[in-house]
């Protein structure tokens, strides 16, 4: 029986040029949803698809008028 993996093509570090990406096994229960690629030329891992943390509003100093 003849199974399919996704992949992607992505730019890879370590291989330095555009290789083919594919998805292991999510062990944290992601499904198709999980953002784990690994390269499948080297082995190098990423994360793909996650978004950054909200920026955080800083406070201004006020300043007093005497």
């Given at each position: 029986?003849?199974t399919a993996?996704?992949t992607?093509?992505?730019?890879c570090?370590t291989c330095r040029?555009?290789?083919?990406?594919?998805?292991?096994?999510?062990?944290?229960s992601?499904?198709?949803?999980c953002?784990?690629?690994v390269c499948v030329e080297?082995?190098?891992?990423?994360?793909?698809?996650?978004?950054?943390?909200?920026?955080?509003a800083?406070?201004?100093?006020?300043?007093?008028?005497?």
């Open positions: 029986m003849l993996s996704v992607i093509v992505r730019f570090t040029g555009d290789v083919p990406f594919e998805q292991p096994g999510c062990l944290d992601h499904g198709s949803e953002p784990e690629w080297c082995g190098e891992a990423v994360i793909v698809g996650f978004s950054s943390p909200e920026a955080i800083l406070a201004h100093p006020t300043r007093h008028v005497a």
